[in-house]
């Protein structure tokens, strides 16, 4: 079993003790999470830490969205529930790089592949160079739109 699954498993047996329901319904969910990509697939597998890190990305990841749309449609009970999860999925994920640090990583990558002029054509070709170093640090999206940036579209 992985480290970081370890962690939760523990974790979740400590809320329990403490009755902190959020908590104990937050890592129940996740480590849901984590067992249904174990058994996806064709065979099943025990996921790596790298794999347990990605888990959590995304369902830390639907949290934030879930929390605005909550907050778009005028309910803020539900959007202070969401952004509570949130929070506690983002204190098992790494720093997030900041948007100074983004741009400093993808301006790197636009030299070290010789992209600086050739416009979006070269998107791909930095994305796979950024991607990998960024991976659970940093939103796609935020990677995408500043690779986008550098490039001149």
Known sequence: MS????????????????RDALRTSTLRMVLTAITNAEVSGKEVRELSDDDVLTVLGAEAKK????AQ???DGNRPELAEK??????????????QLTADEIAAVVSAAVE??????????????????????VKGKADGGAVAAEVKRQLGA
């Not at 480290?3 to 974790?11: C, F, R, T």
């Not at 949290?63 to 879930?66: F, G, K």
């Not at 969401?82 to 720093?95: C, D, G, K, S």
């Open 3 to 18: 480290a970081l699954k370890d962690q939760l498993h523990s974790d979740l047996t400590t809320s329990m003790k403490a």
């Open 63 to 66: 949290r934030r969205e879930a």
């Open 69 to 71: 749309a909550f907050a």
């Open 82 to 95: 969401e952004t509570a999860e949130a929070a506690i999925l983002a204190e098992y994920l790494p720093a």
């Open 112 to 133: 070290s592949a010789g992209a600086a002029g050739e416009g979006m054509k070269a998107m791909g070709k930095v994305m796979g160079i950024v991607s990998p170093q």
